[in-house]
């Protein structure tokens, strides 16, 4: 069956999508990269060297754009000029590169979007001619306002990055997809598996993470059972799961044919 993620009109068979920050070296990213099946991945201006440093070793060497479709991101923006900045940086060192991650933080302790300066960079940014994937919070009215301004898909948080905490407001989610017209993918706080496959449960259209594989005990491993949960994620929404109920009156075994007791 055909199910795809689509974005900006491009077609995806995985709806896990990676970021490449954090792992031990370059061998473990482009491992875990291959074992998560992701598609597209995520890189961060300022921590990854994509060409600004020549004669550095370059993540994309590892992860070619011939395989990867990259996705340059505003990690450590605390401003709209600078996220606005950081990727057109971007967009000339990947020879006109348009579809980015808009991030604008808060503040660096909680890391909490700064979503006045969100919609103040995805308003440049669109206008300028970028394809916008925009990490907001999980407030459904700002969730709209990005996607009205032209953002191609809504990244609310599950919880904080880098917590692990999981999806802390699965109402929020629900009222942000019930209204979006552009994909919805969680973005942040997932922290094992099973966070993964709730997201999808939900109908969320896709889950991007970094830290959950990059921080395990295991990185390879954990990016192998994020792919699995994803897909087993989607595949519940689709089937449909029976209705919660307090408890059946209808067994699930026929009767039928059952011999009764002749205990008095």
Same mark, same amino acid.
């Given at each position: 069956?055909?199910?795809?993620?689509?974005?900006?009109?491009?077609?995806?068979?995985?709806?896990?999508?990676?970021?490449?920050?954090?792992?031990?070296?370059?061998?473990?990213?482009?491992?875990?990269?291959?074992?998560?099946?992701?598609?597209?991945?995520?890189?961060?201006?300022?921590?990854?060297?994509?060409?600004?440093?020549?004669?550095?070793?370059?993540?994309?060497? !590892? #992860?070619? *754009?011939?395989?990867?479709? +990259?996705?340059?991101?505003? &990690?450590?923006?605390?401003?709209?000029? @600078? $996220?606005?900045?950081?990727?057109?940086?971007?967009?000339?060192?990947?020879?006109?590169?348009?579809?980015?991650?808009?991030?604008?933080?808060?503040?660096?302790?909680?890391?909490?979007?700064?979503?006045?300066?969100?919609?103040?960079?995805?308003?440049?940014?669109?206008?300028?001619?970028?394809?916008?994937?925009?990490?907001?919070?999980?407030?459904?009215?700002?969730?709209?306002?990005?996607?009205?301004?032209?953002?191609?898909?809504?990244?609310?948080?599950?919880?904080?990055?880098?917590?692990?905490?999981? !999806? #802390?407001? *699965?109402?929020?989610?629900? +009222?942000?997809?019930?209204? &979006?017209?552009?994909?919805?993918?969680? @973005? $942040?706080?997932?922290?094992?598996?099973?966070?993964?496959?709730?997201?999808?449960?939900?109908?969320?259209?896709?889950?991007?993470?970094?830290?959950?594989?990059?921080?395990?005990?295991?990185?390879?491993?954990?990016?192998?059972?994020?792919?699995?949960?994803?897909?087993?994620?989607?595949?519940?929404?689709?089937?449909?799961?029976?209705?919660?109920?307090?408890?059946?009156?209808?067994?699930?075994?026929?009767?039928?044919?059952?011999?009764?007791?002749?205990?008095?």
């Amino acid at each position: 069956m055909d199910d795809n993620l689509i974005i900006a009109g491009k077609k995806y068979s995985s709806r896990l999508l990676v970021g490449t920050g954090k792992y031990k070296d370059f061998n473990e990213t482009r491992a875990a990269v291959e074992a998560s099946g992701a598609e597209i991945i995520t890189i961060a201006i300022r921590r990854s060297n994509i060409g600004q440093n020549p004669g550095e070793p370059s993540l994309l060497e !590892i #992860l070619p *754009p011939s395989k990867y479709t +990259l996705l340059p991101n505003t &990690a450590g923006c605390y401003s709209a000029d @600078d $996220a606005v900045r950081t990727l057109r940086l971007a967009r000339e060192l990947l020879d006109g590169h348009s579809l980015v991650k808009l991030e604008v933080l808060g503040d660096p302790q909680s890391l909490y979007p700064n979503v006045i300066e969100t919609i103040a960079a995805a308003k440049t940014l669109v206008a300028d001619g970028f394809q916008v994937m925009v990490y907001t919070s999980d407030d459904p009215i700002v969730a709209k306002q990005l996607e009205d301004i032209g953002c191609v898909a809504i990244m609310p948080l599950a919880s904080l990055i880098g917590s692990g905490m999981g !999806i #802390l407001n *699965p109402w929020n989610l629900q +009222l942000i997809m019930e209204r &979006a017209q552009v994909p919805v993918i969680v @973005d $942040a706080g997932v922290g094992t598996a099973s966070d993964a496959a709730i997201a999808m449960e939900l109908g969320c259209d896709g889950v991007l993470m970094n830290t959950a594989i990059a921080g395990a005990q295991l990185p390879v491993l954990m990016a192998s059972a994020m792919r699995q949960a994803v897909e087993a994620g989607r595949s519940a929404y689709k089937a449909g799961r029976m209705p919660k109920k307090l408890y059946s009156a209808s067994p699930s075994s026929p009767t039928a044919g059952i011999i009764a007791s002749t205990r008095g």
